[in-house]
């Protein structure tokens, strides 16, 4: 369901003008950053990007967020 309100919520926002696609985007971001946050600890504690990316909140997807990739050693400052 999530997924289908995400689809939608694109649909919306590559059909509408501003001010209404600008609060659309707006209302993604902090489903944005909740799956940012749920990456770098998902990678912290081992797990592999693609299995954190199939239980993300679709939501907060964006294409960006495939390009997280986990570091060597303790080094997570990189990941920030």
Do not use: C, W
């Amino acid at each position: 369901m999530k997924q289908k309100l995400h689809n939608e919520i694109v649909h919306l926002i590559g059909n509408s003008t501003y001010p209404l696609n600008a609060f659309l985007t707006q209302m993604l971001h902090g489903h944005q950053i909740d799956n940012v946050v749920y990456m770098i600890e998902g990678l912290k504690s081992g797990r592999t990007p693609q299995e954190l990316l199939q239980s993300a909140d679709p939501l907060g997807d964006f294409e960006e967020l495939k390009t997280v990739q986990p570091v060597e050693g303790d080094d997570y400052l990189n990941l920030y």
